[in-house]
């Protein structure tokens, strides 16, 4: 096969992984949080350090950080207390939105901590290296076993989100129908006090003989 097809795959292979990779100043006594979507059963490995503000020099101890990776429903993957570097890996067990949050502890004089942070989610957290040697595969065979998987999570994703949307879907039509309930109950009330305030007044003005 043409070396031109080869790189077709591997450039469509790049462009279709899902991988965050971001470097952010984090001011000591705040908190800064990385949120990622997650499809159920999917992979994802993440990996953090600090940036030394003096290369060749120990790392000062204002610039540990403490990391917690938590699930949609609050559960706790990964914890760090006082790290200046890290890694977590794990298969999503509830889809939705993973959280990552990086704090600073507080120090005085203030300090500014500069984090690297890589998030990759599905087939951009696997290692094709291992793969590769484990099955004994050929460049062409990997591109095109990435380019499945890649496919493959597509297909998952497209579906999460049809599921998302009739969940959507469903609470619209729930909440139009309360509302609709609550609009007709209103007019009701509304009617009524109407109504008592007619036989109120009529009432008065018999007795005053003025009707």
């Known amino acids: 096969m043409s070396k031109s097809i080869i790189l077709m795959i591997t450039t469509l292979g790049l462009f279709l992984t899902i991988s965050e990779s971001m470097r952010f100043d984090l001011q000591s006594g705040h908190t800064k949080c990385v949120s990622e979507d997650i499809n159920n059963s999917a992979i994802t490995v993440g990996n953090y350090n600090v940036v030394n503000p003096n290369e060749g020099y120990p790392l000062p101890d204002a610039h540990k950080l403490n990391v917690r990776v938590t699930s949609p429903y609050g559960n706790n993957y990964h914890h760090g207390d006082q790290v200046d570097s890290g890694n977590f ?4 067990a ?7 949050c990086f704090t600073a502890p507080d120090h005085k004089p203030e ?5 690297e942070f890589e998030w990759k989610t599905g087939v951009a957290a ?3 290296s ?12 990997i591109e095109l076993k990435k380019l499945l998987d890649t496919v493959t999570s597509i297909n998952e994703e497209m579906f999460h989100l049809r599921v998302r949307e009739e969940e959507m ?12 309930g609550l609009s007709f ?14 036989w109120h007044l009529k009432s008065h003005f018999e007795r005053k003989k003025l009707l």
Do not use: H
């Open 89 to 92: 890996a794990f298969t999503a």
């Open 94 to 100: 509830e889809a939705g939105d993973y959280t990552t």
């Open 111 to 115: 300090t500014t901590v500069a984090i």
């Open 126 to 128: 696997k290692d094709w």
């Open 130 to 141: 291992k793969i590769a040697k484990k099955e004994q595969l050929e460049v062409m065979e």
């Open 169 to 180: 879907q469903q609470l619209n039509q729930s909440t139009n129908s309360k509302m609709a």
């Open 185 to 198: 109950l209103s007019l009701v009330v509304c009617l009524s006090v109407a109504g008592l305030q007619f």
